[in-house]
């Protein structure tokens, strides 16, 4: 399923992907990731309830950016490698 899944978002994971092998990898790097991009999920569905009161279009726009930046970190958390995690979060 993971293969399935890695090759589906092999898009989003190229990005991020490095052949290097990080020195200062720790688990936390990827767990943190996880409930970050977590909690800008949950930040979306909340700017979602609030932006459904109102009829601008234009509080659509942090709903959209919340959701792209917690979808890419549960994606590169869950799927990407060691040094995924760790080009993320910029440590070398």
């Not at 800008?40 to 932006?51: D, P, V, Y």
């Not at 549960?74 to 760790?86: D, F, H």
């Amino acid at each position: 399923m993971k293969e399935i899944l890695t090759k589906l978002f092999w898009p989003i994971l190229k990005f991020f992907e490095t052949e290097e092998v990080p020195a200062n990898y720790k688990k936390s790097h990827r767990i943190a990731l996880n409930v970050l991009g977590s909690l800008f999920i949950f930040l979306s569905l909340i700017s979602g309830i609030g932006a459904s009161a109102s009829e601008d279009i234009g509080t659509l726009i942090p709903v959209i950016v919340f959701f792209c930046i917690g979808f890419v970190a549960v994606v590169v958390g869950t799927l990407g490698s060691k040094g995924a995690v760790s080009k993320i979060w910029g440590t070398k």
